[in-house]
């Protein structure tokens, strides 16, 4: 019953119910009230409002007023004690946060020999590079990647590499073959001088710029506008290792693209080729190789020609056939093992 009264009425003391007010009232007032008159509000007795009367249990007494009063205001007293508890708890907690948060903050702080760090904006990495740059005194290795050089990209760094040069820093740039043909780059390398040295190749790996051999520069996203400082030796000399095999395997710019042994075949196409058997699509070969998909289909459809390749199957197979899909041989073109297209007689000796 009880139980079901809490339900039906659940209030305090502070805010009785419209019947609960009616009984109490009447019970204050008579002094007494049958328990019958108290059954529909089952929350004075729970309320301790209404109690039996010793003499008769068959009626209830109200609790006076005045100590329904001081029960209120002790309850609230004791509320507000509580409260002011909490907020007490909470500061000291707010405290404790707080300096947790500044221990933090002194620990992931950008500090001298920091094995990685995290520069997130194109400013931060701006103004790391030309720390760097400052502090750098014999060497810098750099990969760059993609096709063409803008001039913007060169001017970018141009007041870095200036500098460096001032100071007799050697440096060495991979790029890709495509480079070659920017003149943005060709000015570049002519206004360096011999303070820099360039090389070439197919492809190369994502953006590397490595100083004095102690710290490193590598991209975070794809969009480049996060980079990783790294410091840490064994990643720094695992980047100059990388470097220093592509290094032996590129071209100097200068020097000519070897010859494919293939007439009408260019070395670009021949690259084509082998990640053409290798499974790629037109997009990720034309971003290996630092060219548009446009140039890159375009370089297929040659290679289709060429080769009598009605489709992009029978391509694959003919690159196979003439050894596209390998590295070169040495030798002439008509040298045992050089490559030929199938049908192409070779010119007689004479």
């Given at each position: 019953m009880a139980g079901h009264g809490a339900e039906q009425h659940p209030h305090g003391a502070d805010r009785l119910c419209g019947a609960g007010d009616r009984v109490y009232s009447r019970a204050v007032r008579r002094g007494r009230v049958p328990r019958t008159d108290a059954e529909p509000v089952p929350c004075l007795l729970e309320l301790a409002l209404l109690h039996p009367d010793p003499d008769d249990m068959d009626w209830l007494v109200p609790t006076s007023p005045q100590e329904v009063m001081t029960r209120l205001l002790r309850g609230v007293y004791d509320e507000v004690r509580e409260s002011q508890r909490r907020v007490g708890s909470a500061v000291s907690a707010f405290e404790w946060y707080a300096g947790l948060g500044r221990q933090l903050q002194a620990l992931s702080a950008p500090v001298e020999g920091t094995a990685i760090r995290v520069l997130d904006g194109l400013?931060?990495?701006?103004a790391a590079m030309d720390e760097a740059t400052e502090a750098c005194t014999t060497e810098v290795l750099t990969v760059q990647p993609g096709g063409i050089r803008r001039e913007a990209e060169l001017t970018e760094g141009l007041h870095r590499a200036l500098a460096l040069r001032g100071r007799g820093v050697r440096m060495r740039d991979l790029y890709t073959h495509v480079a070659r043909h920017g003149q943005g780059l060709l000015n570049y390398l002519e206004l360096m001088g011999d303070a820099v040295e360039a090389?070439?190749?197919d492809e190369v790996i994502d953006r590397l710029i490595l100083f004095d051999r102690t710290v490193a520069f590598i991209p975070a996203n794809t969009e480049r506008t996060m980079a990783?400082?790294?410091r840490?030796?064994?990643l720094v000399e695992y980047f100059?290792?990388?470097f220093e095999r592509l290094w032996r395997l590129a071209l100097p710019l200068t020097a000519p693209l070897p010859d494919t042994g293939i007439e009408g075949i260019s070395h670009r196409e021949r690259s084509i080729a082998a990640l053409l058997a290798?499974?790629?699509?037109?997009?990720v070969i034309a971003e290996r190789l630092g060219i548009s998909v446009r140039t890159c289909r375009a370089h297929i459809a040659r290679l289709s020609?060429?080769?009598?390749?009605?489709?992009?199957?029978q391509l694959g197979v003919r690159i196979a056939q003439v050894g596209l899909d390998r590295p070169p041989q040495a030798g002439p073109p008509d040298a045992p093992g050089a490559l030929r297209v199938p049908g192409q007689e070779s010119p007689s000796v004479r």
């Open positions: 400013s931060r990495i701006q090389r070439t190749l990783l400082e790294l840490h030796p064994a100059v290792t990388v290798e499974g790629h699509q037109d997009a020609d060429t080769l009598g390749a009605a489709s992009r199957t």
